[in-house]
């Protein structure tokens, strides 16, 4: 009898581990296939910033990173990251190419997941590239980032040295935001800014060209955002649902908050002229208060991930400006949103996280493990990304010819126009033809 | 033994208890996140419904005011509405600014279900406001909604005396779309029509001027609404993932057949001019007839759902006729699709849930509590919003000046028009400029 | 004490199986309510394609036939489909109207699922219809198509005499997209080429109108596949869990490596052009490699899904071409993608599945069956679009008079372009009325 009920026991605990499983590897599988559709959201929101001439160039390259990420984690890059660490902690090696997944069979629900966000990690770094970038020369560096520079930080932040150190990042304001926001500064630091971009009599143009493209984009990305940060328990079991269900929370204030503030912020400095009031501004407030929020949303109160949505308007704003100052052509305010407000949003744990945070009590050491992730994917960023565009230069395959640029790349290169909207034609009523 | 059997059983017990939580809670957290994509229906629902001259101004609204609501919410508008009752059961008085949330956990998920339910709500009010309203007197009341008008109505169907008088409206056709849908209609009778929309030399301008943003609206609108109205089970487990998969066999079934009856009705009284199909009709059928099914979804059969969306149909049709003789000017038809819909939705439960129904021989007691609801719903509704717009008129917030609605608000006030292709200018061909 | 602990275990048994149940049916509803979503993509994909004269008319053909298949799988067609099969194993013979379906409460998940397949499916077909087929003509169509033609193929694949004999096609390479993909060629070439699509004065006009509504499509359809395609286990618990992520990384690469080899492909044979970069070839691209990784995904192994993704690019070239050559006008490049890629991956579950394939030397018992399978629905869908066509050529329903089509079919019929900016007329401003 004793046999019998011990047998049923384990049998029965057994079960019920199994559906632990099922339910933690069916979240994690869902919310990498819901974080696929900020593909949509990058292309928009970059289709929409620049001009009519450049829509088709900048899409085809958030669909070809896409494209590309996916590929290259498959190959190289989920091994880089995920793999069993090395001996030094500072990368995988194991997993490459789908090698033994299906002795595994939870690695694909690993994959899934990682590999959506290397695609959105890739986009980011694509904002920098947009108007005047080479195809191939960013196809080529979005080969490099999704197979090596970006799957190197991650491993570092999730598993590797960095990890060790207690360093924690929940969803990546830091690991993800901070190294591709650098990788678009480089590349917009080291293609100049676009012809024109700071000559007066021509400034206006460079307005977002379509703020309805980027207003689909921040509201598709806000959704999608919410499953971002809360996949990143890779569990739904065993209370992490609790888990999920607070970091959804937070993304929401979070976004919110940034959202309102730099609306606001806008109008009070423009309230006396015919543009007081701006969509672009309030999707970027919302994208920098996600962003920031990003990296503690696991563990931070509500007010805190509304001061923290706060946060990163401000920096948005703040860095926004300088880069205008300093004469670095961001067109699509990639650098700021998700380098400035990646870099706030990777010190929030150090601040405001209830189990690790200064606010809380706990010292600042967790601050500082944070400070020095920070360092070393700018540091990991800024050099390889320096040395893939000088190469690209003198390969000749850093900036396009400026007819190309001046003319714009959809009708030179992309086939035309991305849209055009032909009325009917005399001649072709008078020649019908089947 | 024995005792040691009690305590495995006892544990094992426990733990399924745990799962069937983890469960429910993560499917209110997911619905939550996914009904939040309805904001970018209602965007460009509103923004494919107005002219050239006020998308931006439209969509500001929009995304504003789901800012907004998600703040609010979180301030004040979650406590009043799920907090714990008061002894006149007539608001929530827990829970405000997320408030002991890290004890009871299990409030994230409600707070995300519910805020995104909040923000949709609130989206619905702006339809009225459009092309003519002020966006700060829009904004205060999109506080004033969020934080305390909608809050409320909420509480009393859900919790508070009407609720306990058995009032049921699954997913909100009545505290919901109705309330919202009158908000709707008291702006747009405050605030007047657009100036020439019943002047038959300018009718035509009036047309909705992007079909194609209708469209995308209706068809992520439609996908959302399955959400919004099985996440309303707030539960999965013990069998009520059945009443999820009848509330979404519902929702689609009721949302063809009202889109289907409406595009048929056009046909039949159009069939001899040239606008007898017409995309927009077959899109506000489809939501008219989803209004209408959200408030029984949980208990009826298909054949009733069918029903439902052909009522809802002519409702529509209906209503839109009555407001278009009256003059009332409401430019993206919120209030035959909400209000009037939603008016029919509410009275669905009395008639034709399988539980409660008039059709099923359970008397008219049910009929009786969802239309005391609906006038409750209509009175609060009518009265805040109505001094709401009395003291926004006197403020000088209501309505934009009249230069201001004649050139458009986007060109005037938001930065520019919502879009702008510019050709390659020939001058800038000779000035490059790096 | 043996009887009580014999109790006791029994329980537990059950809940634990009642959990398994609860979640595998949430799963089937929830993939199903995404892939609802897909009706976007589809109404985008050939809105992007035609002409701007009839944007409007492709798009009410879609979310027609969304709403009609919807109310035909309600009445007629998931009976059909998914009853119990009849002596013949031909098609089902219950479950028609959502009969006894509050009897067996899981039916709904499975209806939910299989109807949005279908509204999918008749969706394809819509493509050949595009730019010149009678509105009237496509709706009776459609009707026929998700009433009768479609459930049956799926009843022969997954219930009836074909799934007896071992056919195995995942989430429908064959039984879905060959037979739809078939259907729009039927149409296509019954309804003979737009008139001067050949005509090489006039080729250029039919390039798409909108590369960027493509774009939006084909990443909603990228999304929304990873859950139709991981839909397809019916299940999480028990291990299913495990093909769902299988299968969602397959979906991925399969995609992906489709959509690069595509652009890689337009970029060599065009490089000295300025159309060397495509949009729309990587967007078609990643179709293509969609629909012939369908068939398989839950049983290949991840470096398949790269080959076949290349596979179904390879295709897609091929029978674009041909028919270009032949003459038959397919705006949409609906024939290639998805009868092609269909055919293509009905195929791959007979070469790369590790349980059946030939790679794995299992024998060609399977292939063999794939090919049975694909020449029944061939020759099904051949034969009832020919008589559909026939019959509706007789009514003269089945192509719009010549003028209509000249003038576009939404200005004619459709009450207007699908969308315009009127700029403010100076008349306008001079006769306020309000």
Not at 193 to 198: A, E
Request: charged fraction near 15%.
């Amino acid at each position: 009898m004793n046999e019998q009920f011990n047998q049923a026991h384990y049998d029965i605990k057994q079960q019920i581990t199994h559906y632990e499983h099922d339910l933690d590897h069916f979240w994690t599988t869902l919310t990498g296939a819901v974080v696929l559709i900020m593909q949509l959201g990058f292309a928009f929101l970059e289709g929409g910033c620049v001009r009519y001439r450049n829509i088709q160039s900048i899409i085809i390259k958030v669909y070809a990173n896409t494209a590309i990420s996916i590929i290259m984690m498959w190959i190289v890059g989920y091994g880089l990251m995920m793999g069993k660490t090395n001996d030094s902690q500072f990368n995988g090696i194991s997993g490459f190419s789908g090698f033994r997944f299906k002795d595994h069979p939870e690695s694909y629900a690993d994959f899934v997941f990682n590999t959506a966000l290397a695609a959105a990690a890739n986009s980011i770094v694509s904002g920098g590239a947009a108007e005047r970038m080479s195809i191939p020369g960013y196809i080529a560096l979005s080969v490099l980032f999704s197979g090596f520079i970006y799957p190197i930080c991650i491993h570092w932040a999730y598993k590797g040295w960095l990890y060790d150190l207690g360093y924690h990042d929940f969803a990546g304001s830091g690991a993800i935001h901070l190294t591709a926001g650098i990788g678009a500064l480089v590349v917009t630091f080291m293609l100049r800014p676009r012809t024109n971009r700071f000559n007066p009599q021509f400034e206006s143009q460079f307005k977002p060209s379509n703020t309805t493209f980027i207003c689909l984009s921040c509201l598709t990305l806000y959704m999608a955002w919410m499953c971002f940060n809360s996949g990143s328990t890779l569990a739904l079991s065993d209370g992490s649902v609790f888990t999920v269900g607070n970091s959804i929370a937070n993304t929401m204030v979070g976004g919110a908050s940034g959202g309102l503030f730099v609306f606001f912020y806008h109008y009070f400095t423009n309230r006396n002229t015919d543009s007081r009031f701006s969509l672009v501004m309030v999707c970027n407030g919302n994208l920098a208060g996600l962003v920031a929020v990003t990296g503690s949303n696991d563990e931070i109160e509500q007010w805190a991930a509304f001061v923290i949505g706060i946060i990163g308007g401000i920096i948005y704003v703040l860095v926004a400006k300088i880069l205008h100052k300093l004469q670095i052509d961001d067109p699509v305010d990639a650098i700021p949103i998700h380098a400035g407000c990646g870099l706030a949003g990777a010190m929030c744990p150090g601040w405001f996280d209830r189990r690790r945070g200064i606010y809380y009590e706990w010292g600042a050491y967790q601050w500082g493990v944070q400070v020095l992730g920070c360092v070393c994917f700018v540091a990991w960023s800024v050099a390889w990304h320096y040395v893939a565009c000088k190469i690209l230069e003198r390969l000749n395959l850093l900036r396009v010819h400026n007819r190309i640029e001046m003319e714009g790349l959809d009708p030179t290169i992309c086939g035309g126009h991305a849209f055009f909207y032909e009325p009917v034609r005399e001649q072709e009523m008078k020649e019908p033809y089947s």
